[in-house]
């Protein structure tokens, strides 16, 4: 019998905001932002939550980023993320998607987070969660810093390419496969599953699942991870999960899952 997987989005699908802006607040402390772009951080938060992740929201949300870490010192970005993680992530996981990903581990799935948010947040947040691959952005690093360009971008159909090129290297049987997100914009990603699933899902997407039979998942209850989820020591390890890539938005780089198939 050919293996499974079940593929998740991350941001508003397995945590309650976007990952990437999540961070503004430790990148400020951390003297990569000022107080002006925090706010500004903290404005695209609300307009992402509030108004969905329609194509021209997610495409202001990737420029906006791309222009924001422009010069950022990649080692500065890595340290901080580790030093941060559990305090930024603990209280925005969704119960019920760590539920979930237990579930199909159990059932001897591989749990894949496809995430347009950049690798240098999802990779440690995957590891947390257990997360068997993790597929997410990178951006264009230049002498050790962003250049604010982006190295690899994929986005809506080319984020089922990537599945469908994972599925092809580890034989996972697609019909069989799960998937689940919140946006329109990752509609591409569940057809390319058997077992779709809208989590959270804006407006179209609910009308998508709804003429299609997908069934709708309300995630509502955030979760300290660490009740969940037994986690090891916080700075030493984390600071090892943080490797390779950049913080971005709007894409899904399959380099780094082949990095990490090949460590497998």
Avoid: C
């Avoid at 503004?24 to 925090?38: E, H, M, N, T, Y």
């Avoid at 030093?83 to 760590?98: C, N, S």
């Avoid at 984390?238 to 971005?248: I, S």
């Amino acid at each position: 019998m050919a293996p499974t997987a079940a593929f998740f989005d991350l941001d508003k699908t397995i945590i309650a905001k976007s990952s990437t802006l999540a961070f503004s607040k430790p990148f400020q402390a951390g003297g990569l932002i000022s107080r002006r772009a925090v706010l500004r951080s903290a404005y695209a938060q609300f307009v992402y939550l509030v108004g969905g992740a329609d194509h021209d929201q997610m495409e202001k949300l990737r420029q906006f980023m791309s222009q924001l870490v422009a010069g950022w010192d990649v080692a500065t970005v890595r340290e901080i993320v580790a030093e941060t993680l559990h305090h930024v992530v603990d209280p925005i996981v969704y119960d019920e998607a760590v539920g979930l990903i237990a579930e199909h581990q159990l059932a001897g799935r591989d749990v894949v987070i496809v995430s347009a948010s950049g690798t240098e947040v999802v990779e440690p947040t995957g590891r947390l969660l257990g997360a068997d691959l993790v597929v997410a952005s990178e951006l264009e690093v230049v002498d050790g810093r962003y250049t604010g360009e982006i190295d690899y971008y994929v986005y809506a159909d080319a984020k089922a390419e990537a599945i469908r090129a994972l599925a092809a290297e580890r034989g996972y049987d697609l019909g069989a496969s799960f998937a689940y997100s919140d946006s329109i914009t990752d509609a591409p990603m569940l057809d390319a599953v058997g077992h779709p699933h809208a989590v959270n899902p804006d407006k179209e997407l609910r009308k998508l699942a709804a003429s299609r039979g997908w069934p709708v998942l309300v995630f509502t209850k955030p979760v300290a991870l660490r009740a969940r989820v037994p986690l090891p020591p916080a700075k030493p390890t984390l600071a090892a999960l943080a490797v390779g890539g950049a913080v971005a938005v709007g894409g899904v780089i399959w380099a780094n899952a082949r990095k990490r198939t090949r460590e497998l």
